[in-house]
């Protein structure tokens, strides 16, 4: 089968597509057929091993990927051939045209929900959920920002917070993807390439500022975001590419909180609760996931270019 391995650590030119054999199914483990790969910015990161965190190599990149169960392994009950799921990790990488995972890696993907959308769900949408519910305490009546909500963490943001109940302000860098914004649920939306954008939203919330903020480029907007933070906000730095420097002495007088997220440390029984709800929210069509861009799996180069450029709109997904 083909997949994208990675032998060194470089830029977008270190993903070539090699022929490798396809992995069996051991006990418990599961072979999806890849009809769309989820592109995620981590994958450049350890593309090129920022901060050390890279692979060993050689390596496939890749988490996130949907299509349709090929073989199951012993010991596998709750899946059979032929049943449409998404996955959200893997033993072999989600770049390739097969994908060999722990049974617990994959959910079943509803038939209202196409492949490429299937693609989009894991790291955007259980990202969102942790940051927001788990992380955020979001609660019906509350106000977010979505700070960067034109990608694919944003409008599984925007989704889930709309649909919880709560008044969703998103930010976005283009027209375009301010349109998707406010199409995807938002209330308002605010462009974060206009000088004084958050005079805004002070003014939207009359001057109280909101009582969560989703931010997905902190080394840019941490400092802006302590300045419009409620009285016991909460700040979940769910992104950050840099350093920043803040007065803390607004978290003082809001006694607001500054939270740290990485999906990595959702815990095994987070994560049946995160999908049970992302499952349910794909089947009876509260959770759309936006696909802006289908690129062929020989150019997963190119999604990790296009992944780094600004004027998001949804989600990069790969089609083998
Ligand atoms: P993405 O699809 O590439 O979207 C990037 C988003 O950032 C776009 O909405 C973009 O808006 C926005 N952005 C650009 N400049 C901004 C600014 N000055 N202020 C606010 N937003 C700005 O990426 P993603 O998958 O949604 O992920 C977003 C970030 O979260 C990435 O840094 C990613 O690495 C991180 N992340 C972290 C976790 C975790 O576990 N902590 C999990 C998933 C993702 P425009 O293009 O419209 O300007």
Known sequence: MKSIRVSEYGGPSVLRIEEVP??????????????????????????????????????????????????????????????????????????????????????????????????????????????????????????VLVHGASGGVGIAAVQLARARGLTVIGTAGTDRGRRL????????????????????????????????????????????????IAMHGRIVVIGNRGMVEVNARLAMNKEAAILGMALFNVTAAQLVGIHAALVEGLANGTLRPVVGQELPLAQAARSHEAIMEAGHYGKIVLVP
């Open 22 to 143: 396809t992995p069996e199914p051991g006990a418990n483990q599961v072979l999806v057929r890849n009809h769309a790969v989820g592109v995620n910015p981590v994958e450049t990161y350890l593309r090129s091993n920022t901060d050390n965190r890279g692979p060993k190599l050689p390596y496939t990149p890749g988490s996130d990927a949907a299509g349709v169960v090929e073989a199951v392994g012993p010991g596998v009950t709750a899946l059979k051939v032929g049943d449409r799921v998404y996955f959200g990790g893997s033993v072999s990488g989600a770049y390739a045209e097969r994908s060999l995972c722990d049974v617990t890696q994959v959910h079943p993907l509803p038939k209202n929900v196409s492949f490429a959308q299937g693609a989009a769900v894991n790291a955007p949408y259980a990202t969102a959920y942790h940051a927001l519910f788990n992380r955020g305490h979001g609660e019906a009546g509350e106000t």
């Open 181 to 228: 914004v406010l199409e995807q649920g938002a209330h308002h939306v605010l462009d974060h390439t206009a000088p004084g954008y958050l005079d805004e939203l002070l003014r939207l919330t009359g001057g109280r500022g909101v009582d969560i903020v989703l931010e997905m480029l902190a080394n840019v907007n941490l400092q802006k975001d302590l300045g419009v």
